[in-house]
């Protein structure tokens, strides 16, 4: 975790260099709705709110602009399996969530708005698992329970959104679409993917 705040570091100078001085930084706090997918299709999930609280910088004023953050978010989804067969006693469900600490690091460009800034964001996202819990119905197999709670404690992700500038607040809307596998548990794929909503103020 060091290494990474210390290469964001590296990356708000390199991009202070290259796009310019100008420098904001501030804090944010919003709602997330989770989704679970599996690509056997033996899953499903709804989406469950949760939240996120941070902070963000942003460096660049001109046309392109580099934006890193960090922020603390629960990722909440309620899982409704089906064994393989569609037996209605395999049918089960379950709560799963996941306390994570997420740093995406966006390039944006600015368009305006009027009197208001619009923004355009893309980039990676990298999420570190603190904590996680998954319950499920006594009458889930062992077989099954393995599946859905053996889980993986790094993420990856992109993640692209709209945002606009009111003054000193901002709102963000963005999608995460989740990368490579988050299951440690063999011939099974699934990904999570998240619509994220945010309200920030800058300090600067």
């Known amino acids: ?19 310019g001085q100008d420098i904001k930084l501030g804090i944010k706090a919003g709602a997330n709705f989770s989704q679970l997918k599996s690509d056997e299709q033996w899953l499903d999930s709804d989406n469950n709110t949760g939240y996120i609280i941070g902070a963000w910088g942003r460096v660049g004023a001109g046309v392109i602009h580099f934006q890193p953050e960090v922020y603390f978010t629960s ?29 995406p690091l ?6 305006p708005l009027g009197p ?14 603190i904590d996680k819990n998954a319950s499920y119905s006594a009458s ?5 329970k393995n599946a859905l709670e053996d ?3 790094n993420f990856a992700a992109v993640v692209g959104g709209l945002g606009l500038d009111i003054g000193k607040f901002t709102i963000d809307a963005r999608y995460e679409y989740g ?26």
Request: glycine content about 10%; cysteine-free; hydrophobic content about 45%.
């Open 116 to 129: 208001i800034k619009g923004r355009i964001q893309a980039g990676p996202l990298f999420s570190f698992v």
């Open 179 to 204: 990368l490579g596998n988050i299951t440690k548990y063999e011939g099974e794929k699934q990904t999570l993917n998240i619509w994220t909503v945010s309200l920030g103020f800058n300090l600067l």
């Open 151 to 153: 889980y993986k404690n």
């Open 140 to 144: 889930a197999s062992e077989t099954f």
């Open 75 to 103: 990722k909440n989804t309620t899982v409704k399996g089906q064994a393989p067969g569609g037996a209605a006693e395999d049918l089960m469900t379950g709560d799963l969530k996941f306390s994570n600490i997420d740093i």
């Open 1 to 19: 975790m060091k290494k990474i705040i210390l290469s964001i570091l590296g990356l708000i100078i390199a991009a202070s260099t290259s796009f």
């Open 106 to 111: 966006l390039i944006g460009t600015n368009f």
